[in-house]
T-cell receptor, first 111, second 115 residues
Framework: DTAVSQTPKYLVTQMGNDKSIKCEQN?????MYWYKQDSKKFLKIMFS???????INETVPNRFSPKSPDKAHLNLHINSLELGDSAVYFCASRGRVHEQYFGPGTRLTVT | GNSVTQMEGPVTLSEEAFLTINCTYT??????LFWYVQYPGEGLQLLLKATKADDKGSNKGFEATYRKETTSFHLEKGSVQVSDSAVYFC??????????????FGQGTILTVHP
């Protein structure tokens, strides 16, 4: 059973398009996160939701909008994609001792 | 704010060599500390953790001890294998305040082990 899943795994699209990435966790956790990993492997927090409520919103362009329909799902919608949005996006959920469980990642390539 | 600094990579070792990857941190309060591993093309996996000073986390032959006096959490393994080749991330998390448990990562260290 996959604990944290993301779809799609790969996403190739053109500048200006709008795309969504979906994330689901079956661990029963209340808190979920989105991280961005750049080409140098550096990881940075983007957003966090706790039980469907937004609790962390780092300095991210407002073209990025997270949505949490329930506490098991956290989706990421990106409008007007730019070349600089190309990266790997990871979803994660937080366990009892603050450890986080990551999804397999979505590699976004904007051309 | 919180920050994590890892030793610069890449690190290249022969099989059965001893591994150390240094990690130091700056944080308020009493953070939890983690090591994550990322194999090529995969997501991050939790390797080990420590939640208070002097705790030792261990898993798959890897160890790290939470040293509050030196604000360090160095990763060690006595005998590396080719299958240990991956990117290793040190990270910390503060539960309280406005951090909401978010992870602050080091820059990652690429490890390559040759037969």
């Amino acid at each position: 059973d996959t604990a944290v899943s993301q779809t799609p795994k790969y996403l190739v699209t053109q500048m200006g398009n709008d795309k969504s990435i979906k994330c689901e966790q079956n661990l029963g956790h209340d808190t979920m996160y989105w991280y961005k990993q750049d080409s140098k492997k550096f990881l940075k927090i983007m957003f966090s939701y706790n039980n469907k409520e937004l609790i962390i919103n780092e300095t991210v362009p407002n073209r990025f909008s997270p949505k949490s329909p329930d506490k098991a799902h956290l989706n990421l919608h990106i409008n007007s994609l730019e070349l600089g949005d190309s990266a790997v996006y990871f979803c994660a959920s937080r366990g009892r001792v603050h450890e986080q469980y990551f999804g397999p990642g979505t590699r976004l390539t904007v051309t | 704010g919180n920050s994590v600094t890892q030793m610069e990579g890449p690190v290249t070792l022969s099989e059965e060599a001893f591994l150390t990857i240094n990690c130091t941190y700056t944080a308020t309060g009493y953070p939890s500390l983690f090591w994550y591993v990322q194999y090529p093309g995969e997501g991050l996996q939790l390797l080990l953790k420590a939640t208070k000073a002097d705790d030792k986390g261990s898993n798959k032959g890897f160890e790290a001890t939470y040293r509050k006096e030196t604000t360090s959490f160095h990763l060690e393994k006595g005998s590396v294998q080719v299958s240990d080749s991956a990117v290793y991330f040190c990270a910390l998390s503060n539960a309280g305040g406005t951090s909401y448990g978010k992870l602050t990562f080091g820059q990652g260290t690429i490890l390559t082990v040759h037969p």
